[in-house]
């Protein structure tokens, strides 16, 4: 006897959108907040409805078909610095979909950079696994070359391995090791699980020193390797595969408070 073939179950709508490559979750549900949304025929303005297979999604007046199985793509790209990530800048500027070309595929990024910052972006067409791979529950470790002017000595290492208390909120336990000390500055690598609007250059903020270089290597198990500044590159199915495993979610564990004062620092 042959056995029926599965039918999917109901998603979630948002989810459903991320999934067809349009959006992040984020950005679908405010466009069904708006009313651009709708189900067979009905708008639909809850985030949280369901959507069966067979349904017909439209957006903006337009069908959105969805995604096959296993049709997720995901690129690693050198992001060089004075680079914005965003899809259009009203003042002309270049932004990281200008390396893209006519790419065939609608791409969302991961791990955004500030403007002088540079090295590893994402670029996907599966909004679930933007994010998924940017929910803080996932935990992914993002790694950075940061250079910094001053000096820092043991007891700031131990500060800011126990993590720091910004303006919205304190980080979790921050892997820190020096690569290089000279007079005028220093280069350390560093580790964090989460992701914040410029968290690195907060974090060196309240210790009064000044970032002056921040490079992302790796993201997850998704190394920059030797990529030149400004291309891209498919990821390899072992690093996909791995990518996929990063997303999931983890138990996060207690955290030690973070350290109220920073310790001092040497400066000449």
């Not at 932004?95 to 990024?109: C, H, N, Q, S, V």
């Amino acid at each position: 006897m042959r056995r029926s073939a599965a039918v999917a179950e109901p998603m979630r709508l948002q989810k459903w959108l991320a999934q067809a490559g349009l959006c992040s979750r984020r950005e679908a549900e405010r466009w069904i907040d708006s009313g651009r949304v709708a189900v067979n025929g009905q708008i639909i303005t809850q985030p949280g409805s369901l959507v069966a297979h067979g349904d017909r999604v439209v957006v903006d007046g337009r069908v959105v078909a969805a995604k096959k199985r296993n049709s997720s793509i995901v690129l690693a790209f050198n992001k060089p610095p004075d680079i914005l990530c965003t899809r259009h800048d009203p003042e002309g500027r270049k932004t990281i979909y200008d390396f893209l070309g006519d790419f065939p595929e609608r791409l969302l990024y991961v791990g955004r950079l500030d403007i002088n910052s540079e090295g590893l972006i994402l670029f996907t067409n599966d909004g679930d696994l933007v994010h998924r791979l940017t929910h803080p529950s996932a935990r992914v470790p993002r790694s950075y070359r940061v250079r910094v002017h001053g000096r820092i000595n043991e007891a700031t290492l131990n500060h800011l391995r126990r993590g720091v208390v910004l303006e919205d909120g304190p980080t979790g336990p921050l892997e820190v090791t020096v690569d290089r000390d000279t007079a005028a500055n220093n280069w350390l690598t560093m580790t964090l699980y989460e992701g914040r609007n410029r968290i690195i250059r907060r974090i060196f903020d309240t210790l009064d020193m000044k970032v002056s270089r921040l490079i992302r290597t790796s993201y997850g198990q998704v190394s920059l390797g030797d990529l030149a500044r400004g291309h891209w590159r498919f990821l390899s199915m072992g690093e996909h595969k791995q990518l996929l495993k990063d997303a999931q979610p983890v138990d996060r564990p207690s955290l030690p408070p973070p350290a109220k004062k920073p310790p001092l620092v040497h400066r000449r």
